[in-house]
């Protein structure tokens, strides 16, 4: 019924039936920058002063692949960037079926409750988003979606992992600016972005569920000597007691990893989101390593190299973009890698040729 | 006494002493290769042959950081590519202390003599290793440094973790022609060196220490997850139920772990090297992953992975020399990355900012 395309299709009978450009951009997006073109300071009062509204539409922004919208993003980003830095950021991960949903549910309306703003963004680049799963995040999310000093937005777009996470990234300063003190970003625990993930919170909180075996498959190696907490769900029921011998299993394995560079050792909960039990332990954990790496200044060090690491990522994102989009290297790109594979050629060669094909063509020769 | 710049100095009476330069490559590759200046053919040939003369002079010309070697080098690889990729590679990590020399002495020993030919390479981006390094590496292995079918080279000299890498990667290219049928890649478990070895050798061998504590500080978070085998040392005397224990603690830890790509469960052993107790068991478990991968068709589909890999990991390691070693960019990189750090701009407008720096100092503009 609102779906801006119908305007135009059904607008009487003398619409003009012709070829019709494929939209490139979201037409929610073409009709709301339309219906009020606010300057990059416009928008950041609007975030500073808590506009809801003014904060998804400049989230939009940061979102679009428009070479306009991306330099107004970052013109507010600027602005808003001495106001960002203050909130709580907590990563969230577990296999699909763990139970994230009613999770981030339970977790969220304990803080709001508690007086907290909270925004839940996620990182998702595999999945294409569309209009639909908006309503189905915030459906999952049933209470959350209710409150006022909630702000659910799902993860940016398809597009390169480097690309969706700088999105989300900016995302939180801009949520930051807005009031925001806690932040979620939530990601499945299957792919590659748990990594971005933990490069841009504070604390990596990991959802587990009780068992040994299958339940595991899902997850990737490596993410569990990255978690500062490990909460294992559906402790509830006749679950209670496989949930607590988990959990038992989850401690006596991670004194087996060397400390973390925080000094923090990582905690081991159980809970149950569904029933809402074991809630405050969790938040009272992510609280006590706050103080702990606060005290022993790892916590600003910890956001110090993270910002570093994101302008370096962002470099080697953009010259990585800039040689395999180069058309003289897409040429040659499969030839040569069979070339490496029934061993032609070695890698390096390989990597030395089209290099200088690659720089030849930039400088034009 | 056979130290070539003695000849210059000592020639006679007539020597004319002027300003020396310093020699910018060690002076026994310059002798070397003076002495008899090898065609890329005839440096192959005598690979092919076993000359271990020559595969020695032929790695110098791999570490060589020298233009001309590096060309020789390339082409030496590119003949001996055909005859590469027989042997097993087994990287070998752990921390100092665990006993490392000791146990690649006896476990090479073992090898020896069941007939292999095995050649020892280390990866260590952080030591500047000069000729005093490499008799101190041979000594750390008596035994092995007296066997001809033992091939013991330390890591190539500083530089770079991704050079260095690079150049320890192409040395097992060189020692498989010469008939080299088992590769030891060793490094230090303290680094980021074991992802690289990880990404070049067949199987992940990590030496441990009896005790569930302070032995354990020095491994970098997430190795163990990396490692196909678990093997604790020191398994030997009133040492032997520790090491059982700490056995049977690493096997609980790695059940929780999610199942490997290859769908090889990792084993844990315990072994003595210096009583060169369970020795032929460390083998075995090697044989039998060979054998298992083998046959499941995981052995070749990671030989073409790590081929690829590092087909990409050199083309961006060169994108990104290239940048960082870019005049334009080194003389505005601290001062942006400082208005990243005190939140001036955002870490995406400075890599932008950089990013447009370099191309258009490459471009000529």
Known sequence: ????????????????????????????????????????????????????????????????????????????IERCLPYAGKSVRIGITGVPGAGKSTSIDSFGMHLIKEGRKLAVLAIDPSSERSKGSILGDKTRMEALSREKNAFIRPSPSAGSLGGVARKTRETIVLCEAAGFDTVFVETVGVGQSETAVHSMVDFFLLIQLAGTGDELQGIKRGIMEMADGIIINKADGDNVDKARLAASQFKNALHLFPPAESGWFPKVLTYSGYYNIGIKQIWDMVAEYVRFTKDNGYFDFKRNEQAKYWMYESINETLKDSFYNNKAVTAILSQTENQVLSNEISSFVAAKRMIDTYLANLSGK
């Open 1 to 76: 019924m609102d779906h801006p395309e119908n305007e135009d299709i059904y607008k009487g009978l003398k619409v003009n039936k012709g070829v019709r450009e494929v939209p490139s951009v979201s037409p929610y997006l073409k009709k709301r920058i339309k219906r009020r073109d606010y300057t990059p300071a416009e928008f950041t009062e609007g975030i500073l002063e808590g506009n809801i509204t003014i904060l998804s539409q400049a989230v939009t922004l940061v979102e679009s692949a428009k070479h306009e919208h991306q330099q107004m993003a970052q013109e507010i």
